[in-house]
Nanobody, 122 residues
Framework: VQLQASGGGLVRAGGSLRLSCAAS????????MGWFRQAPGKEREFVAS????????SYADSMTGRFTISRDNAKNTVYLQMDSLKPEDTAIYYC????????????????WGQGTQVTVSS
């Protein structure tokens, strides 16, 4: 499975961005999908995950209520709507496919996109 993330950019604090991750080369609807992020000098951290058919979503505590993960299996795409952005949300955001039981752990995913930069100014 190949993943292509897009939608990052520069936004002011309090603003919104919508990230997209398009999948190809596999059966997208079979995979649990996740979003992770990595800020300079920090480890990659879990942001959100969605089950293969979209019926179950999970979020990191600091994103709950501000971020929304969704997917469109007909378009082989997963989305991350980010609202009320804060400067501490600045990071490279990665999408990943194939999450298992430990869906909050990067090692649980077998496929990764290239990342898209999100910068939030104060």
């Amino acid at each position: 499975v190949q993943l292509q993330a897009s939608g990052g950019g520069l936004v002011r604090a309090g603003g919104s961005l919508r990230l997209s991750c398009a999948a190809s080369g596999g059966t997208f609807s079979m995979y649990r999908m996740g979003w992770f992020r990595q800020a300079p000098g920090k480890e990659r951290e879990f942001v959100a995950s969605i089950s293969s058919v979209g019926g179950s979503t999970s979020y990191a505590d600091s994103m709950t209520g501000r971020f929304t993960i969704s997917r469109d299996n007909a378009k082989n795409t997963v989305y991350l709507q980010m609202d009320s952005l804060k400067p501490e949300d600045t990071a490279i955001y990665y999408c990943a496919a194939g999450g298992g039981r430990n869906y909050y752990a990067p090692g649980s995913y077998g496929y990764w996109g290239q990342g898209t930069q999100v910068t939030v100014s104060s």
